[in-house]
Protein backbone atom coordinates (compact mmCIF):
# COMPACT_ATOMS: atom_id res chain seq x y z
CA UNK A 1 0.00 0.00 0.00
CA UNK A 2 3.28 2.54 0.31
CA UNK A 3 4.02 4.90 2.39
CA UNK A 4 -0.15 6.56 2.42
CA UNK A 5 -3.75 5.06 3.21
CA UNK A 6 -5.79 4.47 0.60
CA UNK A 7 -9.07 6.19 0.46
CA UNK A 8 -10.80 3.13 0.55
CA UNK A 9 -8.95 2.68 3.84
CA UNK A 10 -9.43 6.27 4.67
CA UNK A 11 -12.73 5.67 4.35
CA UNK A 12 -12.66 2.46 6.36
CA UNK A 13 -11.49 4.32 9.08
CA UNK A 14 -13.77 6.78 9.64
CA UNK A 15 -16.63 4.66 9.76
CA UNK A 16 -14.70 2.20 12.12
CA UNK A 17 -13.86 5.33 14.55
CA UNK A 18 -17.40 6.57 14.66
CA UNK A 19 -18.88 3.23 15.27
CA UNK A 20 -16.43 2.41 17.83
CA UNK A 21 -14.66 5.89 18.88
CA UNK A 22 -12.04 4.34 21.43
CA UNK A 23 -10.40 1.64 18.39
CA UNK A 24 -7.17 3.05 17.11
CA UNK A 25 -6.41 5.08 14.26
CA UNK A 26 -5.01 2.71 11.43
CA UNK A 27 -1.14 3.05 10.91
CA UNK A 28 -0.86 4.87 7.54
CA UNK A 29 0.42 1.68 5.75
CA UNK A 30 -2.84 0.16 7.20
CA UNK A 31 -3.08 -2.84 9.99
CA UNK A 32 -0.77 -5.74 10.25
CA UNK A 33 -1.53 -9.17 11.24
CA UNK A 34 -0.68 -8.80 14.85
CA UNK A 35 -3.05 -5.34 14.50
CA UNK A 36 -6.13 -7.98 13.28
CA UNK A 37 -5.73 -10.24 15.65
CA UNK A 38 -5.48 -7.84 18.92
CA UNK A 39 -8.61 -5.35 17.11
CA UNK A 40 -11.91 -5.74 20.08
CA UNK A 41 -15.87 -6.23 18.41
CA UNK A 42 -14.82 -6.57 15.10
CA UNK A 43 -17.76 -7.91 13.11
CA UNK A 44 -17.61 -11.77 12.23
CA UNK A 45 -15.95 -13.09 9.76
CA UNK A 46 -13.96 -9.45 9.10
CA UNK A 47 -10.83 -9.97 6.61
CA UNK A 48 -7.44 -8.27 6.06
CA UNK A 49 -6.95 -7.74 2.64
CA UNK A 50 -3.54 -5.64 2.61
CA UNK A 51 -3.98 -4.30 5.74
CA UNK A 52 -7.48 -3.10 5.01
CA UNK A 53 -10.20 -4.69 6.95
CA UNK A 54 -12.79 -6.33 4.75
CA UNK A 55 -16.71 -6.89 6.14
CA UNK A 56 -19.06 -9.20 5.31
CA UNK A 57 -22.74 -8.56 4.09
CA UNK A 58 -25.53 -10.91 4.55
CA UNK A 59 -25.38 -14.18 3.00
CA UNK A 60 -27.77 -15.83 0.54
CA UNK A 61 -29.14 -19.07 1.59
CA UNK A 62 -27.03 -20.83 -1.60
CA UNK A 63 -24.12 -19.63 0.22
CA UNK A 64 -24.92 -21.32 3.68
CA UNK A 65 -26.17 -24.62 2.01
CA UNK A 66 -23.23 -24.75 -0.53
CA UNK A 67 -20.52 -24.89 2.47
CA UNK A 68 -22.61 -26.99 4.03
CA UNK A 69 -23.02 -29.47 1.81
CA UNK A 70 -18.80 -29.65 0.71
CA UNK A 71 -18.18 -29.42 4.57
CA UNK A 72 -19.73 -32.77 4.92
CA UNK A 73 -18.34 -34.14 1.75
CA UNK A 74 -14.67 -33.37 2.49
CA UNK A 75 -15.52 -34.96 6.28
CA UNK A 76 -16.73 -38.18 4.74
CA UNK A 77 -13.28 -39.88 3.90
CA UNK A 78 -11.02 -36.95 5.43
CA UNK A 79 -7.12 -39.13 5.97
CA UNK A 80 -6.25 -38.88 9.69
CA UNK A 81 -3.84 -36.69 9.61
CA UNK A 82 -6.39 -33.51 7.63
CA UNK A 83 -8.78 -31.89 9.40
CA UNK A 84 -11.80 -29.90 7.64
CA UNK A 85 -12.14 -26.82 9.14
CA UNK A 86 -14.94 -23.59 8.09
CA UNK A 87 -14.83 -19.74 8.39
CA UNK A 88 -10.99 -18.88 9.73
CA UNK A 89 -8.52 -17.03 9.61
CA UNK A 90 -5.53 -17.77 7.40
CA UNK A 91 -2.06 -15.92 7.67
CA UNK A 92 -1.25 -15.69 4.43
CA UNK A 93 1.61 -12.83 5.25
CA UNK A 94 2.14 -9.80 7.11
CA UNK A 95 -0.55 -7.70 6.06
CA UNK A 96 -3.17 -10.85 4.74
CA UNK A 97 -5.24 -12.95 6.66
CA UNK A 98 -8.47 -13.98 4.68
CA UNK A 99 -11.03 -16.08 5.99
CA UNK A 100 -11.98 -18.99 3.69
CA UNK A 101 -15.29 -20.64 3.25
CA UNK A 102 -13.66 -24.07 4.22
CA UNK A 103 -9.93 -25.42 4.35
CA UNK A 104 -8.09 -28.81 4.75
CA UNK A 105 -5.44 -28.41 6.86
CA UNK A 106 -2.74 -30.54 8.46
CA UNK A 107 -4.13 -32.60 11.92
CA UNK A 108 -1.11 -31.24 13.28
CA UNK A 109 -1.42 -27.49 13.24
CA UNK A 110 -4.92 -27.91 15.07
CA UNK A 111 -4.66 -26.42 18.61
CA UNK A 112 -7.05 -25.82 21.30
CA UNK A 113 -10.15 -24.52 21.05
CA UNK A 114 -9.38 -20.98 21.53
CA UNK A 115 -7.33 -21.09 18.38
CA UNK A 116 -8.30 -18.11 16.07
CA UNK A 117 -6.11 -18.91 12.97
CA UNK A 118 -3.82 -21.18 10.82
CA UNK A 119 -0.69 -20.26 8.74
CA UNK A 120 -0.63 -20.41 5.21
CA UNK A 121 1.86 -23.66 4.92
CA UNK A 122 -0.80 -25.80 7.15
CA UNK A 123 -3.60 -25.25 4.27
CA UNK A 124 -3.78 -27.86 1.63
CA UNK A 125 -6.87 -26.78 0.20
CA UNK A 126 -9.08 -23.12 0.28
CA UNK A 127 -12.55 -23.40 -0.73
CA UNK A 128 -14.18 -20.31 -1.44
CA UNK A 129 -18.06 -19.78 -2.59
CA UNK A 130 -18.69 -16.81 -4.50
CA UNK A 131 -21.00 -14.18 -3.23
CA UNK A 132 -22.64 -11.07 -4.61
CA UNK A 133 -20.68 -8.58 -3.07
CA UNK A 134 -17.40 -10.12 -2.99
CA UNK A 135 -17.38 -11.83 -6.55
CA UNK A 136 -13.98 -10.08 -7.70
CA UNK A 137 -12.00 -10.92 -4.14
CA UNK A 138 -13.65 -14.40 -4.73
CA UNK A 139 -12.82 -14.76 -8.40
CA UNK A 140 -9.21 -12.85 -8.18
CA UNK A 141 -7.97 -11.35 -5.09
CA UNK A 142 -8.08 -14.38 -3.29
CA UNK A 143 -7.19 -16.73 -5.45
CA UNK A 144 -3.96 -14.88 -6.47
CA UNK A 145 -3.16 -14.19 -2.74
CA UNK A 146 -3.62 -18.42 -1.78
CA UNK A 147 -1.46 -19.17 -5.29
CA UNK A 148 1.80 -16.75 -3.81
CA UNK A 149 1.51 -18.32 -0.44
CA UNK A 150 1.75 -21.57 -1.60
CA UNK A 151 -1.33 -22.95 -0.91
CA UNK A 152 -1.54 -26.44 -3.27
CA UNK A 153 -5.44 -26.79 -4.00
CA UNK A 154 -7.97 -24.25 -4.35
CA UNK A 155 -11.93 -24.71 -5.09
CA UNK A 156 -14.44 -21.79 -6.31
CA UNK A 157 -17.57 -22.23 -6.23
CA UNK A 158 -20.27 -20.27 -8.42
CA UNK A 159 -23.96 -20.78 -7.94
CA UNK A 160 -25.35 -21.59 -11.57
CA UNK A 161 -28.45 -23.27 -13.69
CA UNK A 162 -32.13 -22.87 -13.72
CA UNK A 163 -31.88 -24.71 -10.18
CA UNK A 164 -29.20 -22.47 -8.68
CA UNK A 165 -27.37 -25.47 -7.84
CA UNK A 166 -22.86 -25.51 -7.29
CA UNK A 167 -20.40 -25.94 -9.77
CA UNK A 168 -17.02 -26.32 -8.46
CA UNK A 169 -14.12 -25.37 -10.49
CA UNK A 170 -10.88 -27.07 -9.11
CA UNK A 171 -7.55 -25.59 -9.31
CA UNK A 172 -3.53 -26.94 -8.41
CA UNK A 173 -0.64 -24.64 -7.89
CA UNK A 174 1.67 -24.79 -10.47
CA UNK A 175 5.07 -24.60 -7.64
CA UNK A 176 7.46 -23.34 -10.36
CA UNK A 177 4.84 -19.72 -11.14
CA UNK A 178 3.11 -19.73 -8.16
CA UNK A 179 -0.35 -19.45 -9.98
CA UNK A 180 -3.65 -21.90 -10.14
CA UNK A 181 -3.77 -24.00 -13.28
CA UNK A 182 -7.77 -25.89 -13.46
CA UNK A 183 -8.14 -29.12 -13.12
CA UNK A 184 -11.97 -29.57 -13.84
CA UNK A 185 -14.91 -27.76 -14.06
CA UNK A 186 -17.63 -30.13 -11.98
CA UNK A 187 -21.61 -29.35 -12.32
CA UNK A 188 -23.16 -32.61 -10.52
CA UNK A 189 -20.84 -34.42 -9.03
CA UNK A 190 -17.51 -33.74 -7.52
CA UNK A 191 -15.15 -36.78 -7.77
CA UNK A 192 -11.25 -35.89 -7.18
CA UNK A 193 -7.90 -38.11 -6.11
CA UNK A 194 -6.30 -34.87 -4.87
CA UNK A 195 -5.92 -33.72 -2.44
CA UNK A 196 -7.35 -36.99 -1.21
CA UNK A 197 -10.26 -38.79 -2.47
CA UNK A 198 -13.71 -36.90 -2.67
CA UNK A 199 -16.57 -37.66 -3.81
CA UNK A 200 -19.73 -35.19 -3.63
CA UNK A 201 -22.99 -34.89 -5.25
CA UNK A 202 -23.86 -31.75 -5.54
CA UNK A 203 -27.13 -32.16 -6.57
CA UNK A 204 -28.11 -33.12 -2.92
CA UNK A 205 -28.27 -29.30 -2.24
CA UNK A 206 -31.76 -29.61 -3.71
CA UNK A 207 -32.14 -31.79 -0.44
CA UNK A 208 -30.76 -29.42 2.50
Keep these: MGGTMTAEARSEASQLRRANPGWPVPPPDGYTVDDFFTLDDLPPHTELIDGSLVFVSP ?56 QTRYQAADVLLAVEVVSPDSEDRDRDTKPHKYAAAG ?17 VITYELDPVN ?24 LTAIDEL
Design 178 to 201: KTYVSTGVHHDRLKLSAPYDIDID
Design 151 to 167: IKHFWLVEMTGERDRPM
Design 59 to 114: QRNFHTLAMYLLEQGLRQHVPNDLRVRREMAVVLGKRNAPEPDLVVVKADSVGGLR
